[in-house]
């Protein structure tokens, strides 16, 4: 029987040994030698763990349990070979019993993964970097089931659409976000000849966002068919957002140049690198009077320089490229150069006029000349301009004078300023003029100000950028006053502050001025809020009074209704006598909110006193006595910990009755209520609990609006949403916190921590 189980497992086309209790080999089918490479041995009547010496302890212990009647089954695992190679296995290991039922041994079977997991790995790493390359490129993936029409979108296509991940997406849902309706249509009739034709779909359009923002996306879609019959529509959609913006920004600085180019109020000429004429825009042709047709691969630019100053200019560029260098070859054309300077220019008719040229070499990718550009501006008007800039500078004096003005200019690279006559006069100077730099202008400014001031230059420097300040300064005779400087920052073509220029005035009265209206603006605010503050207090009273009247009120109402009920005239007398006890209680409030109204309204916290918490209880508990009676409420006060507060009475009493009368009013159907109210104190802190078993409030539906005013959570006829506002009003106002822990049907624990 054992001989025809060995040829029975060495026949099996799957991966199966057999071995003994020691773990030697008694069979092993063909698949298990080639599976594991041992075609070339012998293993029966070997041990497994001398045939796989790389088997572990964990392994090894796996194999013991199943000697003692375990099955072990794994679907994969790495198996880490000898040689130093992965081989991923799956294996089924169980017992084998004898003819006694007794373990014999092991019957191992196993299968190779290897080739699939390796396949299912390269997967993922593919995957892993498809979503990487999604995410950097902002490409999402979608499908169509065309036989249920369900569109499936990935993570990406959520972001991009900015919607939440709970969004179901569906083919007209997606074409809502298209911004353009004619997109709209475009794409369904794309989508329509691709399941009809077959044909691809490649599309541009806007989208709204979810949340508003409107973005471009590329849309490539094909359709795939099984037997000739369209199944799935699938493919990409790329945020291409920033490649349109990109696109619209050259498109813009193209159209930039191309207006500068196209100007006629400059002119515009470049050359090749041979110094021949290339482009020559039609300012040229206004500004110099030849056309561009007989200008451009014909001439070059001597014809409308001046002979003098052309050479005059080649010096002055080989003086500062090839300076003392006696190089025969070199050549000025050849540099990076960027100059700007004054020439004159000859017209086709003789005539000449001064302009102002930029010249700027172009050269190629490998640094070498291949011409220049030169813009030129006509400057003719601007000589005019300064004879009229003198006429005007001679008002501007008299207006500075007029105004306490002054005007200064600082040259920031050289650390040189210049002060107009007005502004030493401002500054107190009668004296020769003499150098100016900014350490003097510093050592005139209040020292109260003085690192206010060197900060605001030095951001002005920075962000090239100068906001108005105002600030005191000793003039060279002593005198303290307040200027006002506004001025501007000016920059090289590298970006760098080179100068400012501005003004100062001296601003001393009118900030005197100022300060009186600012003074008399605090007080008027300060009159305001008072005022406001004394409304709020009379507001606060009317509440309590409001309030704080309806309970006894109401406790009349009950011991009225029990009184009526009672057939009993001693239980009538003793029911009497709680009228007059209530009636106290109530004329006692009336007593105690007309002195506080008589009062001057002032701060709550004014009004302390040593309120006593025993005294509080017992005046609450006769207040309500009509409302325990009724309810058979059982009311209990512990102050052992803390008897005595210093508080507002008003307020305390005002507590006390709104949230016991609370307890006693939202009681539960099935029990009466019980009513704990519990001085303590923690960390240094005052601390009042009142616990009752009522029914209790959903503070997770309700918790936010626990306080508020007006809002009541329970359907009773007395509920008017202002007890618990009041009473957190007054708490805050006196410096404390209320807070409250609830079950519904189980009941509410408030605490105040005063």
């Given at each position: ?268 000429i470049s050359t090749d690198k041979d110094g021949v004429i290339n482009r020559f825009n039609s300012g040229a042709e206004k500004m110099l009077g030849y056309s ?24 002055d560029m080989e003086l500062e490229f090839k300076g003392d260098s006696n190089n025969a070859d070199f050549n000025y054309r050849n540099e990076k150069i960027f ?270 006193e040593r309120v006593d918490l025993n005294q509080i209880f017992e005046n609450t508990t006769q207040t309500l006595s009509g409302v325990i009676l009724t309810s ?123």
């Open positions: 029987m054992e001989k025809h189980h060995q040829i029975f497992i060495e026949q099996t086309p799957t991966a199966i040994a057999m071995l003994d209790t020691n773990m030697v080999y008694l069979a092993a089918s063909k698949r298990w030698l080639k599976d594991y490479k041992l075609e070339q041995e012998d293993v029966i009547g070997h041990c497994h763990y001398d045939i796989f010496p790389e088997i572990g302890d964990d392994w090894k212990k796996d194999h013991q349990e199943c000697l003692n009647g375990k099955i072990n089954i794994c679907d994969e695992a790495p198996f880490l070979r000898a040689d130093g190679t992965t081989q991923w296995i799956y294996w089924d290991v169980r017992p084998w019993y004898n003819s006694k039922g007794e373990i014999g041994g092991l019957l191992m079977h196993t299968g190779d993964i290897t080739e699939q997991k390796e396949k299912e790995l390269k997967k993922k790493r593919v995957e892993s970097i498809l979503n990487d390359t999604s995410e950097i490129a902002r490409i999402s993936t979608w499908e169509i089931n065309l036989s249920t029409q369900e569109l499936l979108w990935n993570k990406m296509a959520y972001e991009i659409y900015e919607v939440v991940d709970d969004f179901r997406p569906t083919v007209d849902a997606a074409l809502e976000f298209f911004k353009y309706d004619e997109d709209r249509q475009a794409a369904k009739i794309a989508i329509q000849n691709a399941i009809d034709y077959g044909s691809a779909v490649d599309m541009d359009v806007e989208l709204i966002t979810a949340k508003g923002n409107t973005i471009w996306v590329k849309i490539l879609g094909k359709v795939e068919s099984i037997s000739g019959v369209p199944t799935r529509f699938y493919g990409i959609l790329q945020d291409v957002s920033s490649f349109r913006l990109t696109e619209q920004r050259l498109n813009k600085a193209y159209k930039e140049l191309e207006a500068i180019f196209n100007s006629k109020s400059i002119a515009v561009a047709m007989e200008m451009i691969g014909f001439k070059k630019p001597e014809i409308y320089l001046l002979k003098e100053e052309l050479n005059v200019f080649k010096q100059n700007t300077k004054q020439w004159t220019f000859k017209r086709k008719d003789g005539s000449t006029f001064p302009g102002l040229k930029s010249l700027t070499a172009i050269q190629d990718k490998d640094g070498l000349n291949d011409g220049f550009i030169a813009v030129i501006t006509d400057i003719t008007k601007i000589k005019e301009v300064k004879d009229e800039l003198r006429k005007k500078n001679d008002l501007l004096n008299l207006a500075e004078r007029l105004s306490l003005l002054g005007h200064w200019q600082w040259n920031i690279i050289d650390d040189v300023a210049i002060w107009s006559d007005n502004l030493l006069a401002l500054l107190d100077y009668e004296g020769e003029q003499f150098t100016l730099d900014f350490a003097t202008y510093f050592a005139m400014v209040h020292d109260g100000d003085k690192d206010e001031v060197l900060k605001h230059f030095e951001l002005a420097k920075r962000e090239q950028e100068f906001k108005n300040i105002t600030h005191r300064i000793i003039t060279f005779t002593g005198n303290i006053k307040t200027i006002k400087i506004i001025a501007n920052v000016i920059s090289n073509q590298n970006g760098e502050a080179v100068e400012m220029v501005g003004t100062c005035q001296d601003v001393t009265e009118f900030k005197k001025a100022e300060n009186k209206l600012i003074n008399a603006k605090e007080d008027l605010e300060a009159v305001a809020q008072k005022l406001s503050y004394q409304n709020k207090q009379l507001a606060d009273f009317t509440h309590i009074t409001s309030h704080n009247l309806r309970a006894p009120v109401a406790n009349l109402n009950s011991l009225m209704e029990i009184y009526k009920l009672s057939d009993d005239d001693e239980e009538r007398l003793d029911i009497f006598g709680k009228f007059d006890t209530v009636v106290d209680r109530l004329t006692l409030t009336l007593n105690t909110l007309i002195e506080a109204l008589k009062t001057k309204i002032s701060d709550a916290q004014e009004e302390l058979g409420a059982v009311i209990k006060g512990d102050f052992k910990e803390v008897s005595i507060i210093a508080y507002n009475k008003l307020y305390m009493e005002s507590i006390f009755l709104n949230l016991i009368g609370n307890a006693i009013k939202y009681k539960a159907k099935d029990r009466a209520p019980e009513i704990i109210v519990q001085s303590k104190v923690k960390n240094g802190r005052n601390i009042i609990t009142f616990k009752d078993n009522g029914l209790g409030i959903d503070l997770e539906r309700h918790g936010h609006k626990l306080f508020g005013l007006n809002k009541v959570f329970h359907r009773h006829p007395d509920a008017k949403g202002v007890g618990l506002f009041l009473t957190k009003t007054q708490v805050e106002s006196m410096g404390g916190t209320i807070t409250a822990i609830s079950e519904v049907n189980v009941g509410t624990t408030f605490t105040i921590i005063f």
